[in-house]
């Protein structure tokens, strides 16, 4: 059975760099084609992937390669390994969550202080565009590659609206999105920039503060579905360790299958409403 799953693996393993060299070389097409001396051709620029998105698949194929090794490497039925694979699915559907919501909120802490930047710079006379490539080089990563990105587009003669535009895309979140809008609209209608930006700065803080008094306050019932799998679970290897054989029995029996899969398909459906509750939109 071995012999089946490690070629299944290297092969979704030299997908997985297919698929990353395919993207990379569109991008450098792309770079090629806009730094051509023929102006009359007219480069279709692919769509910039977001800075951070979700996952969905990679949990996917994780629970579905669990269910596959509980079904053929071990004597458990079909039903018990889909129900394993299922609780497995939405843990790591939270698990990318919790990274999805992580790389955000580091970014916009970044953002936060590189705003604090701007806002020196330009005060002190320096022009926006100036002001952008002094925040890019002390900006830490990954913050640092975005504004790099702006600065570089900008430098290539793109269109200001675009790049700031493309800043609100490329991270979707509010802030963010409030910072292109107010780049391109003082980049339009001009006026004082530098109290504006210590606003959105001080608003990025307030955010930032209310969304970690709410992650507090929703660790409660994160913990409570943690403690109640592992009970379950340990309960089950207990049961397991004191009779062995009557344990078994009770699996491969219709009736204990099925109810093992019904506990599994609530352990699942616990989880993802567990998440729901505690991950409120601020």
């Not at 202080?113 to 952008?132: E, N």
């Not at 006026?191 to 990025?204: C, D, H, R, W, Y």
């Not at 062995?244 to 019904?262: D, Q, T, V």
Request: hydrophobic share 50%; net charge neutral.
């Amino acid at each position: 059975m071995l012999q089946f799953l490690v070629p299944l693996l290297f092969l979704i393993l030299a997908s997985a760099v297919l698929v990353l060299y395919w993207v990379r070389a569109a991008r450098r097409e792309t770079v090629r084609r806009r730094l051509d001396d023929q102006p009359e051709e007219r480069v279709e620029e692919l769509p910039e992937p977001p800075f951070a998105s979700r996952h969905r698949w990679i949990p996917l194929i994780f629970a579905a390669f669990i269910a596959a090794a509980f079904a053929l490497l071990t004597t458990c039925p079909d039903n018990i390994a889909a129900g394993i694979g299922f609780v497995f699915l939405f843990v790591g559907m939270e698990a990318d969550a919790w990274i999805y919501r992580w790389r955000i909120a580091r970014m916009e802490s970044q953002l936060a202080d590189t705003t604090d930047i701007l806002v020196s710079s330009i005060t002190s006379g320096a022009s926006l565009q100036a002001s952008l490539t002094q925040a890019a080089e002390f900006s830490p990563i990954p913050l640092r590659y975005e504004l790099e990105e702006m600065v570089v587009r900008l430098r290539l003669g793109d269109s200001p609206n675009d790049v700031f535009e493309m800043l609100g895309q490329r991270v979707p979140t509010e802030t963010f999105k409030l910072l292109a809008t107010t780049l391109i609209v003082n980049w339009n209608a001009g006026g004082e920039l530098s109290p504006t930006l210590s606003s959105i700065a001080s608003t990025i803080r307030d955010r930032l503060a209310i969304s970690r008094q709410i992650r507090t306050l929703s660790t409660q019932g994160t913990l409570t579905t943690v403690i109640v799998l592992s009970t379950i679970w340990f309960m089950a290897t207990m049961m397991w360790q004191s009779d062995p054989i009557r344990f078994e029995g009770f699996i491969r029996s219709e009736s204990g299958s099925w109810l093992i899969s019904a506990g599994l398909l609530l352990q699942g459906i616990g989880v993802a409403l567990v998440s729901r509750i505690s991950r409120p939109k601020l």
